[in-house]
């Protein structure tokens, strides 16, 4: 399960910190994802690497940092320099099909889909 917190509204040049929250083997082993919707349209932001690297996706390349805090099994994604058009709600979720092999300890997948949060509303105006 997945949890993710600490959306909220912020002005134009602010910034936010979300959080997500989960099972110690998905957030290290499941090729964790952070995602965000707006109208129906499901936009990647950053994803990680089997080595625990992050990946981000131009839009958010330098102004958005992930990092996970082991001590807490949690993963955080710090936003910065925030623009009206980053408001959406954002999700973190597993990526079972690109971490497929990682590890055999466990499962990146809740029946036949991948983990997903509920979601956190970013507003920025």
């Known amino acids: 399960q997945l949890v993710e917190s600490g959306g909220g509204e912020a002005q134009a040049g602010g910034s936010l910190k979300l959080s997500c929250a989960g099972s110690?083997?998905?957030?290290?082993?499941?090729?964790m994802v952070w995602y965000r919707q707006t109208k129906g349209k499901e936009e990647k932001l950053v994803s990680v690497?089997?080595?625990?690297?992050?990946v981000y996706e131009d839009t958010v390349k330098g102004r958005f940092t992930l990092s996970h805090d082991r001590s807490k099994n949690t993963l955080y994604l710090e936003m910065n320099n925030l623009r009206p058009e980053d408001s959406a709600i954002y999700y973190c979720a597993s990526d079972f099909v690109r971490a497929r092999g990682w590890s055999s300890g466990g499962s990146c997948l809740r029946g036949a889909f991948n983990y997903w949060g509920q979601g956190t509303q970013v507003t920025v105006s």
């Open positions: 690497r089997k080595d625990g690297t992050p």
């Open positions: 110690a083997y998905i957030l290290e082993n499941c090729g």
